[in-house]
T-cell receptor
Framework: DAGVIQSPRHEVTEMGQEVTLRCKPI?????LFWYRQTMMRGLELLIY????????DSGMPEDRFSAKMPNASFSTLKIQPSEPRDSAVYFC????????????FGQGTRLTVV | GQQVMQIPQYQHVQEGEDFTTYCNSS?????IQWYKQRPGGHPVFLIQ?????EVKKQKRLTFQFGEAKKNSSLHITATQTTDVGTYFC????????FGAGTTVTVRA
């Protein structure tokens, strides 16, 4: 397996534009997490899906952020409209539901909003 | 909600020296995981601890789970430049809740 695949690796966009980040989980993993990492706030959980269903989106900062998981092999995180303060590295992580399994992270998408 | 504190937040170590980072929880944990993130990289799983008082070793890294299962430690012996990065602990069941991490720098 190629691991968790995120795209794009880097994204530079202008303020006000829509940004879509993509994640392909490891086959068979039924839990998926979106994280945002910044120097100031560290690693923040944005949303958690289990079996393609959003379970906890309390970390989503505001209505400009939305996430979907239409099937077990694909998830998106959308920001519309984007703002400079959204600049961060966004990670997708997946695991098998249960308390004793490790999480695998994608390589992340570095987003810069200018 | 579950509160996790990692100390110290930063650790600057002379190459060859030992250091320890701690992860403390406000509640009893069922298990704890440790991850390492190299600069510019992504978090990578290191180890999981499940049993009270459990100790596991990975070469120069020693991980320990407290007797009360409320805290854990990571001890690195004879620090090398390859140890540079941020070490996170994770606690939680359905939700991956990470501590703020300990960022380690090494001076040669």
């Amino acid at each position: 397996d190629a691991g968790v695949i995120q795209s794009p690796r880097h994204e530079v966009t202008e303020m006000g534009q829509e940004v879509t980040l993509r994640c392909k989980p490891i086959s068979g993993h039924n839990s998926l997490f979106w994280y945002r990492q910044t120097m100031m706030r560290g690693l923040e959980l944005l949303i958690y899906f289990n079996n393609n269903v959003p379970i906890d989106d309390s970390g989503m900062p505001e209505d400009r952020f939305s996430a979907k998981m239409p099937n077990a092999s694909f998830s998106t995180l959308k920001i519309q409209p984007s703002e400079p303060r959204d600049s961060a590295v966004y990670f997708c992580a997946t695991t098998i539901t249960g308390r004793r399994t490790e999480a695998f992270f994608g390589q992340g998408t570095r987003l810069t909003v200018v | 909600g579950q509160q996790v504190m990692q100390i110290p937040q930063y650790q600057h170590v002379q190459e060859g020296e030992d250091f320890t980072t701690y992860c403390n929880s406000s509640t009893t944990l069922s298990n704890i995981q440790w991850y390492k993130q190299r600069p510019g990289g992504h978090p990578v799983f290191l180890i999981q601890l499940v049993k009270s008082g459990e100790v596991k070793k990975q070469k120069r890294l020693t991980f320990q789970f407290g007797e009360a299962k409320k805290n854990s430690s990571l001890h690195i012996t004879a620090t090398q430049t390859t140890d540079v990065g941020t070490y996170f602990c994770w606690v939680g069941d359905y939700k991956l809740s990470f501590g703020a991490g300990t960022t380690v720098t090494v001076r040669a």
